[in-house]
């Protein structure tokens, strides 16, 4: 049975406990043995990390000893899936810019605060992450991000909608959903879920879904692809 490992806490605002469990349900649903874990404590057992499949991070604003930090990277390095979204996972540890290289972006910014109406485009690509899933709106807060070029972008947002300092920039599509690798695994990411009941809307529930499943297979194809090539399965291997 795959093992996934959910960590949430940090900034209530952001429902954590709530997010964590519409989270903890999907992956149950998918046969997956779930452990729910209530402290950063859960990042310290290095070994029991690079067991797991998947890393499912649901932390906002706080700070992080850089060795816990360090054994999430190592085991994602070795194929561990690590898969969030919001503030749970993008501005989970201001001050470590390892988590942030890690993930894709950083959150800076939410221009209107809560209640801003936007569209979620998502771009047209081959990627079974987002077949079939059309644009949608979206009432709640609109991240602005700074970015890592490496990542791939499934979908975006148009900036700006609300006046602000960023306005005579003009427009910029900003990514919502992505993709990057980390060593062999697989990172993804949603910019989605201020509250629970976003996570719960349909279109951003699936594509957690699909973000949450395609995370946690990375460890058995980059097993498989090793055995079939021969070569020794290392998180430092082109994962590209």
């Known amino acids: 049975m795959r093992k996934a490992l959910i960590v949430w806490g940090g900034w209530d605002g952001h429902e ?11 992956l149950e649903e998918a046969s997956f043995e779930v452990e729910l874990a209530n402290d950063l404590e859960a990042f310290r057992d290095a070994d029991k990390l690079l067991g797991l499949d998947l890393i499912v991070p ?5 700070d992080i000893e850089q060795q816990l930090v360090d054994h999430v990277s190592a085991a994602v390095q070795q194929g561990t899936g690590l898969a969030g979204c919001h503030g749970g996972m993008c ?4 001050k470590n810019v390892d988590w942030q290289f890690m993930t894709g972006g950083q959150w800076v910014a939410h221009p209107g605060n809560d209640g801003v109406e936007y569209t979620v485009n998502i771009n047209p690509s081959s990627s079974p992450l987002v077949e079939g899933i059309a644009d949608f ?3 709640s807060e609109q991240y602005y991000l700074h970015i890592d070029p490496a990542i791939e972008v499934l979908a975006t947002t148009t900036f700006p909608i609300v006046d602000g300092p960023h306005r005579l920039n003009g427009q910029v599509q900003m990514p919502v959903a992505w993709t990057k690798r980390w060593g062999t695994g697989r990172v993804y ?13 349909p279109p951003v529930k699936e594509m ?9 297979d990375g460890k058995t194809r980059a097993q498989a692809e090793s055995q079939a090539t021969g070569q020794v399965y290392s998180g430092m291997a082109d994962s590209q």
């Open 16 to 26: 954590p406990e709530q997010v964590s469990r519409i989270f903890a349900d999907i």
């Open 208 to 216: 957690m879904r699909r973000g949450l499943l395609w995370a946690a």
């Open 91 to 94: 501005d989970a540890f201001r």
């Open 189 to 201: 990411y949603n910019s989605l879920g201020h509250h629970a009941d976003i996570v719960d809307m």
């Open 58 to 62: 649901v932390w906002t604003m706080d």
């Open 137 to 139: 709106q979206v009432k």
